[in-house]
C-alpha cells in the first residue's frame, strides 16, 4: 500500500518584503556588499590619493576632500572597511568552528555590527 502525502500549494511569487532573515545573514550580505562597495570606489581612493602626494594637487585635493558628498562617501567607505574587517575576522572564526551555534553566531553578529558602527563613528568624527 502506499501512502499519499499532501503537499501545500506552493507560491505563485516570492514575497521579499514578507520575509524576515536572521542578523548573521545580515551580516553575511553586509560583509559581500562593502567588498564590492570597497572594490568599486577603488579607483576613487587611487585618485584621491594620487592627488594627496603632489605639491601643485594636494590644493585640489583639499578642496575635493572638504565637499560634504566627498566626506559621506569617505564615511560610507570608512564604515564598509571596518565591517568587511570585522565580519572577515567573525567568518575565519567559524571556519575554525568557533562559534558555529545559533546563539554564539547572533551574538558574534551583534558584535560585528555593533564594533563596525562605534569604529566608524570615532573614527569618522576624529577625521571630520
Not at 550580505?29 to 603632489?54: E, K
Not at 559621506?72 to 575554525?96: K, S
Request: proline share 5%.
Amino acid at each position: 500500500m502506499s501512502e499519499v502525502s499532501v503537499r501545500k500549494p506552493r507560491p505563485k511569487h516570492l514575497a521579499v518584503h514578507e520575509i524576515r532573515m536572521p542578523l548573521p545573514s545580515i551580516v553575511s550580505i553586509l560583509h559581500r556588499v562593502s567588498g564590492a562597495g570597497l572594490f568599486l570606489l577603488l579607483p576613487f581612493l587611487l585618485y584621491l590619493f594620487d592627488l594627496s602626494l603632489g605639491q601643485d594637487s594636494f590644493a585640489t585635493f583639499s578642496a575635493v576632500v572638504g565637499h560634504p558628498l566627498a566626506k559621506l562617501v569617505l564615511l560610507g567607505l570608512l564604515w564598509a572597511y571596518l565591517h568587511h574587517f570585522c565580519a572577515g575576522i567573525r567568518f575565519l572564526l567559524l571556519d575554525l568552528h568557533k562559534g558555529i551555534d545559533l546563539q554564539p553566531a547572533r551574538n558574534s553578529s551583534r558584535i560585528v555590527l555593533i564594533v563596525s558602527l562605534a569604529l566608524t563613528a570615532v573614527i569618522g568624527v576624529a577625521l571630520w
